[in-house]
């Protein structure tokens, strides 16, 4: 791979994973050289300085973040997004994290019965709930509750939501059926 398309590889990594890269993990995942990696980014700090994100390095670790020219507007849509009601979506998104979490996005929209990507969007957002890597698979990401999320809802632990205990067993009770079913 030329510097330029490791640099668009890069790129897209840190986009598609949504979290910061250190260098090992690049030249693991890219199988390049350190010094490859160090101007295949450097190239791509170069051509987003003029650009919507920018590539912040710390000489560890490299990120995707917003660019400094776009913090107004930005801070002024979140606020706007965190002034309305989470609504009905929200709510049961965050009711199967709750009660069935930590899933993946595909589960909350199985268990919603549409598309959740927007409302789990939002929910991130919020800091409502955040994203764990998945065990079982190192490709998509679960969602679990924050601890925001307990102090908005004045909980401390999950049990202390209203019939824990039997709504989850429903809820297994729900899944042994279906999976009998298919």
């Known amino acids: 791979m030329n510097e330029q398309e490791l640099s668009t590889t890069i790129e897209a990594l840190l986009f ?16 390049a050289q ?24 710390d000489g560890k670790v490299v990120e995707l973040r917003t660019a400094s020219g776009a913090a107004e507007t930005i801070e002024r849509v979140r606020k706007e997004e965190f002034s309305r009601d989470v609504g009905r979506a929200g709510l049961e998104a965050l009711a199967a994290i709750l ?14 019965g549409v598309n959740s990507s927007q409302t789990v969007r939002t929910l991130l957002m919020r800091g409502l709930i ?14 679990e509750p924050t601890t925001e999320l307990f102090s ?8 202390e939501l209203p019939e824990y205990t039997h709504v989850r067993e429903k809820l297994a ?3 042994a ?4 079913q298919s």
């Open 16 to 31: 598609a994973l949504s979290r910061p890269l250190s260098r090992d993990e690049l030249i693991r995942m890219l199988t």
């Open 130 to 143: 955040r994203k764990v890597p998945n065990p079982k698979d190192e490709r998509s990401f679960l969602y």
């Open 99 to 112: 009660y069935r979490g930590p899933l993946s996005r595909s589960e909350i929209d199985f268990i919603r």
């Open 177 to 180: 059926t279906y999976k009998e």
């Open 173 to 175: 009770q729900l899944e």
């Open 34 to 57: 350190k010094e490859e990696i160090d101007a295949a980014i450097t190239t791509l700090q170069a051509s987003t300085k003029s650009r919507g994100m920018v590539l912040v390095d």
């Open 152 to 159: 908005e809802l004045s909980i401390t632990t999950r049990a």
